[in-house]
């Protein structure tokens, strides 16, 4: 069925970087912009950026330019968010969403699970 | 950057009963207009697209309506698997999402 799939928790400590992975299967990768989302304890859902797995297009939210990379491997079929500089207040879920193609931008019809990132020292 | 408020912020109902969120965008977004519904724990789930477009698998209860700068979405009878948080995102210009309803239990 069609699924992204995203790694495991992580801890990490203030300063350091994360690296979360988004595996898709069940579509054609290349046909779907992904897009991440955060969202911290208790809140809401924060846009960070998206990723064109076809041709490495990317759009970053203002708010995390220059802390904030993403790729992706198309032998994988895996898209990747990298955040450096961690602080405390990054602790959050993470969540990876594909992107619908019934208009040329559209809503993101499919999510993973989240993971979990905490920053502690 | 496009601002999405959403009211109220919280919303108590029981089962039922009609209940209505509204979006409102800071400028015209036509009907760029996505409503999501996410669980404690969970990831969002996408109940409507463009506005009033229902996705596929979500019940005819929901509906989603308006165009420009104001948003709807209503529940016809709400069901106990219903009572969620509920968020609108914009997707005009960027992606910005709404504060969140949270829909709990009178």
């Known amino acids: 069925q069609v699924q992204v799939v995203q790694s495991g928790a992580e801890v990490k400590t203030p300063g350091a970087s994360v690296k979360v992975s988004c595996k898709a299967s069940g579509y054609t990768f290349t046909r779907h912009y992904v897009h991440w989302v955060r969202q911290a304890p208790g809140q809401g859902l924060e846009w960070m950026g998206m990723?064109?797995?076809?041709?490495?297009?990317?759009v970053y939210a203002q708010k995390f330019q220059g802390r904030v990379t993403m790729t992706w491997d198309t032998s994988a079929s895996t898209v990747y968010l990298e955040l450096s500089r961690l602080r405390y207040d990054d602790s959050a879920v993470f969540f990876c969403a594909r992107e619908g193609i019934h208009d040329s931008d559209d809503a993101f019809d499919i999510w993973g699970q989240g993971t979990m990132v905490t920053v502690s020292s | 950057d496009i601002q999405m408020t959403q009211s109220p912020s919280t919303l108590s109902a029981s089962v039922g009963d009609r209940v209505t969120i509204t979006c409102r965008a800071s400028q015209s977004i036509n009907i760029w207009l996505a409503w999501y519904q996410q669980k404690p724990g969970k990831a969002p789930k996408l109940l409507i697209y463009?506005?009033?477009a229902l996705q596929s698998g979500v019940p005819s209860r929901f509906s989603g309506s308006g165009s420009g700068t104001e948003f709807t979405l209503t529940i016809s009878s709400l069901q106990p698997d219903d009572f969620a948080t509920y968020y609108c995102?914009?997707?005009?210009?960027?992606?910005?999402f709404g504060q969140g309803t949270k829909v709990e239990i009178k």
């Open positions: 463009r506005a009033s």
């Open positions: 990723i064109n797995p076809s041709d490495g297009y990317r």
């Open positions: 995102q914009q997707y005009k210009s960027s992606r910005t």
